[in-house]
């Protein structure tokens, strides 16, 4: 910016100067900045994103963009001190999410991330961002003090790409899980939660399908299968896992069961449902039968495919029992006469079971 002097004289002893300073190209400037910050704000105005600067050392997080998506405020930035400290308390995110974010802020982490946000503006409701580093800035040792990057709305794509992989992941009849998701299901929790608590596996088919079909027609056998399905849903808990894996197969894996008496108990409710109730309308004499097998974790095995064959060694067993019926393999030993007790104790089982499952 040019000076130029315009006057300097001296009357009385008194000095009088005059300057004139040349502003065009500083107000050049302030309309140049002006028309980027107008442009900056349509930017933001017409996207999802918001821009961060965070400040490792005074835990300063300044968030860029259309700030009344956030806050409500007409505004296109927003700065929240001590953003660390207080982010427990925040609510604005889970603590799982939570703790994500710290470890991106301290620099353990810079992969693109997942998270759910809630601001003020979304109530109650979640909404979920994708997080990514742009730049890193470092002091002259070497120690991050600076993470700008871009926080993305994704909640609309994730929310259709979680609806799509439900579709995948459900029998499309029942809207149970189907066979790959059910065993994935349960080989992951087994995985994670597994542990010392007790869990148990019961397979489980109708018996004489084939039958039902051959004789009312696909259409009620279908019906069937839907009723089953429901009452499934009914006898078990929403957070155990159910699936259709066959035509007329089904599995349901209890979580945390008290102990092996509940999940007996449960396996006979299933039985007697179908031997005493009359379920269809349109066929009043028609009563349905099923068969249960049911094994046990940890005792008849720790992972989903040893838990899978003895649950289908104890069907097999149950069918071939006349009327519905329930059966569970104990774990086997190496005596001969354990493996009779055995036997023993598994006749005693029907028998007390014969309560629950009366013939018609």
Not at 47 to 76: C, F, P, S
Not at 218 to 241: A, C, M, W, Y
Not at 252 to 274: G, H, N, R, W, Y
Not at 326 to 335: E, L, Y
Request: hydrophobic fraction near 35%; include cysteine; glycine fraction near 6%.
């Amino acid at each position: 910016m040019a000076a130029r002097q315009l006057l300097q004289t001296e009357e009385d002893g008194l000095l009088v100067c005059i300057t004139a300073w040349d502003i065009t190209e500083n107000a050049r400037n302030i309309q140049q900045l002006e028309t980027e910050r107008q442009r900056y704000q349509l930017l933001c105005k017409y996207t999802q994103d918001l821009l961060y600067d965070y400040d490792l050392h005074r835990d300063i997080l300044v968030l860029y963009g259309d700030m009344e998506r956030v806050n409500g405020q007409k505004d296109y930035s927003l700065v929240v001190e001590d953003f660390l400290a207080t982010l427990p308390s925040s609510g604005i995110m889970t603590a799982e999410d939570a703790q994500k974010i710290h470890h991106i802020c301290m620099g353990h982490y810079s992969a693109p991330t997942e998270l759910r946000l809630r601001f003020p503006m979304n109530g109650e409701q979640y909404s979920w961002y994708r997080i990514r580093h742009g730049a890193v800035k470092r002091d002259a040792s070497g120690r991050m003090i600076q993470i700008l990057g871009i926080l993305r709305n994704i909640d609309q794509s994730k929310r259709e790409s979680d609806h799509l992989r439900a579709l995948s992941e459900q029998d499309t009849f029942t809207g149970l899980l189907n066979k790959h998701s059910t065993n994935d299901a349960i080989s992951q929790y087994l995985k994670e939660y597994g542990g010392e608590k007790k869990h148990a596996l019961l397979m489980m088919d109708l018996d004489h399908f084939k039958g039902i079909n051959d004789t009312y027609g696909h259409q009620f056998g279908d019906t069937v299968l839907l009723e089953f399905s429901q009452v499934l849903r009914r006898i078990f808990h929403p957070s155990d896992i159910m699936g259709r894996v066959g035509g007329d197969e089904f599995l349901v894996f209890m979580k945390d069961i008290p102990s092996q008496a509940m999940a007996e108990e449960k396996a006979a409710v299933l039985c007697e449902t179908f031997r005493s109730q009359v379920l269809f309308e349109s066929h009043p004499g028609f009563q349905l039968e099923c068969s249960v097998g049911l094994a046990l974790y940890p005792t008849h095995g720790t992972d989903f495919h040893s838990l899978y064959e003895k649950a289908d060694k104890a069907l097999y067993r149950a069918k071939k029992m006349a009327g519905s019926a329930m059966r569970f393999i104990k774990r086997r030993h190496h005596t001969t006469r354990s493996k009779i007790g055995l036997i023993h104790s598994a006749a005693i089982l029907m028998e007390a079971m014969a309560a629950y499952c009366p013939s018609v």
